[in-house]
């Protein structure tokens, strides 16, 4: 009986750590489908006469979506640059013959790049951007978000990296790989959870980020998703509905993505990565 109790608390713990964790995104559902008027109408649960209209007036009056677009480029191209520089900086941490203080100076070093606040990074990003003319594009978001990414990635991957035990490398050489070569055929695909592990925190972080967007573009040409929900903050009143619409429409593409590669991200947490 005492068991039977025990067990009945825990699931009720786990119901209501998960109605704690999901009641903020049901708000914002059903609030982008209600009437202003019946958004400050009361406390409601559910829209009376849900509608599409927050939705419309988001694309419409409030051209939102070069700000969707900005950011999944900026995230694509950011992500994938920085998993192309990382991936081979970790491999050659983890696996290649260098002294191990040599290795762990070079990844304390990494991490001090993710330890500094980005308010301390913004004024000189934004003096290089305006020197090279990049102020305000894209381009120069990607090459921002691409170098403060880099690190992370690093500091992620050699820890899934150093799993792969280096025998199944070994024979690879053997064979009559290079180290790209082996690197290219047997030690990525073996990484492939690491690597969607790696990839879904990067885009976490790039695509949610709001001061270096704000601080390095001015009009919705380079806008993110942060930055064009932001403009939606009036000096007299806020669009509580546009808003909320925005915010549905800004999290599909990490729910899609996380939908995609979650069986290499679940596996990935198991091999070391968060520890």
Request: proline share 5%; charged share 10%.
């Amino acid at each position: 009986m005492k068991r039977r109790s025990r067990r009945a608390l825990i699931y009720l713990a786990l119901v209501a750590a998960q109605v704690f964790a999901l009641f903020p995104f049901w708000w914002m559902i059903t609030t982008s489908l209600k009437h202003q008027v019946e958004i400050f109408g009361g406390l409601e649960f559910l829209p009376q006469a849900p509608t599409l209209d927050n939705f419309a007036a988001l694309f419409d009056r409030y051209n939102f979506g070069p700000f969707l677009a900005n950011s999944l480029l900026v995230v694509a191209f950011s992500v994938a640059g920085s998993l192309l520089l990382g991936t081979p900086a970790a491999y050659a941490l983890t696996k290649l013959p260098t002294e191990s203080w040599l290795q762990r100076q070079a990844l304390i070093v990494v991490l001090l790049v993710r330890m500094l606040p980005a308010i301390l990074l913004v004024i000189p990003f934004y003096l290089v951007l305006a020197n090279y003319g990049l102020l305000n594009t894209r381009l120069g978001l990607i090459l921002v978000y691409t170098g403060l990414n880099t690190g992370f990635v690093i500091w992620l991957m050699q820890s899934f990296l150093a799993e792969i035990p280096r025998d199944i490398e070994e024979a690879a050489l053997v064979d009559g790989d290079s180290r790209l070569s082996a690197l290219r055929r047997i030690v990525l695909p073996l990484a492939a959870p690491g690597l969607a592990a790696t990839a879904i925190f990067s885009v976490i972080n790039i695509y949610n980020d709001f001061l270096i967007a704000l601080t390095m573009t001015s009009t919705p040409d380079a806008q993110t998703i942060p930055v064009g929900v932001s403009t939606l903050i009036g000096k007299i009143q806020i669009q509580w509905g546009p808003m909320a619409a925005a915010g549905v429409v800004g999290a599909l593409p990490i729910i899609v993505f996380a939908l995609i590669v979650q069986r290499h991200f679940v596996r990935g947490l198991t091999l070391g990565a968060v520890k």
